[in-house]
């Protein structure tokens, strides 16, 4: 009979789990979003309700106007003007609720610590931004839109505060730490 063979215990050894001492050690607790991250997380669930709340204004009287108006010197082949401002309807409705969800997404992974989905918001709050001042979307600015641009620009801002970045590097260094353990 061959008995089992003998391993050397790592007492103070340096490996890329961390630091071994007679066995490997818990990853530590894992850190908790400050107060900056949770404000950034509130600020962009409320951009988005106020956005699904926006995107409604376009079924009333005065929203159905401002598309008419928009779309009237579009040439539309062979639709009429009403087809067409149901169809642009449709189509906005649509694409608000998919960027709402991605938005939604992004918000709760970055309160999660992923700095790679506070880049992608900040990234997406700018083209929201940007594009609120462009030609004939600047047209039909409602009051929503002007709520979602002051809740995006502090959530930009506050999710780049010390506190904040601390708490993104810490939140890799932990997921790191965890996945060698």
Not at 33 to 54: C, D, E, K, R
Not at 70 to 81: F, I, P, Q, V
Request: hydrophobic fraction near 50%; charged fraction near 10%; aromatic fraction near 12%.
């Amino acid at each position: 009979m061959t008995t089992p063979p003998q391993y050397p215990s790592y007492s103070g050894g340096n490996y890329p789990g961390g630091n071994y001492q007679g066995g490997p050690q818990g990853p530590g607790p894992k850190p908790s979003a400050p107060g900056t991250v949770t404000a950034a997380f509130a600020l962009y669930v409320l951009a988005a309700l106020v956005s699904l709340v926006g995107v409604f204004l376009v079924f009333t009287d005065a929203g159905t106007r401002q598309i008419r108006d928009a779309l009237r010197d579009t040439n539309t082949g062979n639709m009429s003007l009403d087809d067409l401002v149901r169809v642009t309807r449709t189509i906005t409705v649509a694409v608000v609720v998919v960027f709402l969800a991605l938005y939604l997404f992004f918000a709760f992974m970055m309160r999660a610590g992923r700095n790679w989905a506070r880049i992608v918001l900040t990234v997406l709050s700018a083209l929201s931004i940007a594009s609120s001042f462009a030609g004939s979307v600047a047209a039909t600015r409602s009051w929503a839109t002007w709520v979602t641009l002051v809740f995006s620009i502090l959530a930009i801002v506050l999710m780049y505060l010390a506190q904040s970045n601390q708490y993104f590097a810490d939140s890799k260094a932990y997921r790191k730490g965890a996945v060698y353990r």
